[in-house]
Structures are given as C-alpha cells and as structure tokens.
C-alpha cells in the first residue's frame, strides 16, 4: 500500500470541494406558460437559480444577455442575479415571479400559470442555497450563467435520464410529484456543476491551483485546517517545493499570493460562521487569530466592513 505521506502518491484534491457541494432547495416552481408570456425572477443573494424546461421553450436573460432554452435544457443562475425569463423577445413582462398569483402546493412549492394563449411551454424552476461555506467558495467560480446543452449532456446519460424523470412527473401530475420532482431537480443542479469542474472550462484561481499535482496538497490542507499557522515555508514543505518555486507556482496558477488567498479563505468561513449567530471571539479563535481585535482588523481589511456587522444576532 502506497504511503500516503510520499510525494508520488494519489491524492483526489477536489474530492473535499465536491463534499461541499451541498444545496438546499428553498422553493421550487412548475411554470406553465402559453405565448406571449414574461417573468421576472428577483435577485437572491447567495443563492443559485435553475431553470429545467421540459416542454416547448423561452428566452433566459441574464445581464442584458438572451440565452436561448428548448425542452430539455437546463440553465443556472448562480451569485443570485435577478433575471428575465419569457417566451420570446417582444413577450410583455407581467411582473416578479414571486408576487404573481399561484397556486400553492405546499409552502415550497407552487405552479404558477402564465396564459397568453398561443404556443405552450413548461419549465421546473427553483432556487437553492449551499449547506457548508465551502460550496459558496466554489460557487462564486461559475459564470454568470451556466448552462447545460441537451445534445452534450445526453453523451453522459445523466442529464437525458433525470430530466425525462422530471418531465414525466410534471406531465402526469402523479401524487407525491413534488418530493420527486424536488429531490430530482437537486441531484440535477449539483450534477451540472460537477460536469462544469470536470471540463475545466474556468481560468487561473483558486480551483485551478487546487487541481495542480503538488501546489493542490498545499490548497487542500488550507481548507481542511484553516486555522493553522500557516506560513509561506510551512505550505512549501506541504506541497514539497522550495520556498521561491512554491510562491511563484502559487502565484501564477491562482492569481493571487498563497498567503493572501490563506486570508481569504478564512474569512469566507469567518462570514458564513458570523452569518449563522457565532460569536466574534470564537470565530477568531478557531481560525488561528490571537485576538479579536487581530480577527477583526484582517476581517475589515479583507471585507471592507467589521465582523460585528454581519453577525447574525438571535
């Protein structure tokens, strides 16, 4: 059996950010529309929006780009960006999806009918937010849309099997569609981002030095020990690089300086932790700091504002 320690052996370093890709559903909606029809979803911060159009098609706008979507594409919109979706580009907007009238199923989940009267289209739509500090980490790597191609996806499988599955509840509207219809369309999300690391299509950054062979195992403990002492030599042994090469490969793979992005992702868990209620002190110890005060200076100057101001108070 190999050793685990030596420099030669495997190491799956997206293994942990692929643990953290957890999403909970916070509502799910099955849009049924006949053209013309338009609809503004709201931005919600921290949250993914996706969009599974199971029969006919509409126009997804994003940041003044129209992206066209057919029965059985699947689009996300990540970073929480308010959008448009319509049936076609002189569709009038009839107002924010969420003030509309529905009818509510249960309280996560509605069906909200659009009639204009002409050519139907039906789409699953939802919203979701990450479970663990990590997936908002990963996140913010994605692009303003991301968006998954029938033809492509259907080489894998994956895509065509679970989106059939989803169709085929919506359109008999069997008891219990909901938990299905649900459950199925997380598995779907979480699968489109995996397919999406997995074709490497994202630029210098943090994922991009976490995949190197050497300065990934280095990234890797950072995340799995964030309050450690770390320090420039002390990431250089764990990657088994001199100093001046492990910097400069750090660097250059992410964009940024290894002991600047240290900081950064410690205050990415430090605003995740203040936004559940922890406390102040208790977050500066456990991600290393000797004081409050010092947690609280490198928060300010990372941020731009003071921990106390996003601490969730009861």
């Known amino acids: ?124 739509c939802g919203v979701l937010e990450p479970e663990r500090p990590g997936a908002g980490h990963l996140l913010g790597l994605l692009p303003p849309v991301l968006l998954v191609d029938t033809a492509d996806a259907a ?45 490497g299509e994202h630029g210098p950054g943090w994922l991009r030095a976490l995949r190197d062979p050497q300065v990934g195992r280095a990234v890797a403990r950072v995340h799995r020990e964030p309050g450690a002492a770390w320090t420039l030599d002390r990431l250089a042994a764990e990657a088994r690089m001199s100093r001046s090469a492990f910097a400069a490969r750090f660097t250059e793979l992410a964009g940024e300086p290894a002991l600047r992005y240290v900081t950064r992702w410690r205050m990415h868990l430090a605003t995740a932790d203040l936004a559940r209620g922890a406390r102040v002190g208790e977050v500066a110890r456990r991600l290393g700091y000797e004081s409050e005060a010092a947690f609280s200076r490198a928060y300010k100057r990372v941020t731009g504002v003071p921990p106390v101001t996003v601490r969730a108070v009861d």
Do not use: N
Not at 1 to 29: E, I, K, N, Q
Not at 71 to 83: I, K, N, Q, T
Not at 90 to 100: F, K, S, T, V, Y
Not at 181 to 198: E, H, P, S, Y
């Open 1 to 124: 059996m190999p050793d685990p320690a030596a420099p030669w052996a495997p190491v799956d370093p997206l293994g942990p950010v692929l643990g953290d890709l957890r999403m909970r559903g916070t509502f799910y909606c099955r849009a049924e529309g006949s053209a013309p029809w338009g609809v503004e979803m709201p931005a919600l911060p921290a949250c993914v929006s996706f969009h599974l159009v199971t029969e006919g098609s509409c126009l997804l706008e994003v940041d003044g780009e129209t992206h066209p979507l057919r029965s059985g594409d699947l689009a996300l919109v990540p970073h929480g960006r308010g959008h448009v979706l319509r049936s076609d580009a002189g569709a009038r907007i009839e107002g924010r999806a969420d003030l509309l009238p529905q009818e509510y199923l249960g309280e996560h989940y509605s069906v909200l009918r659009l009639d204009g009267g002409g050519a139907p289209a039906r789409l699953v």
């Open 155 to 199: 080489r894998g499988g994956w895509l065509t099997v679970l989106l059939g599955m989803i169709a085929d509840e919506v359109r008999h509207d069997r008891p219990g569609a909901e938990a299905v219809v649900t459950r199925l369309a997380d598995v779907v999300v979480v699968q489109a981002i995996r397919g999406w690391l997995d074709s």
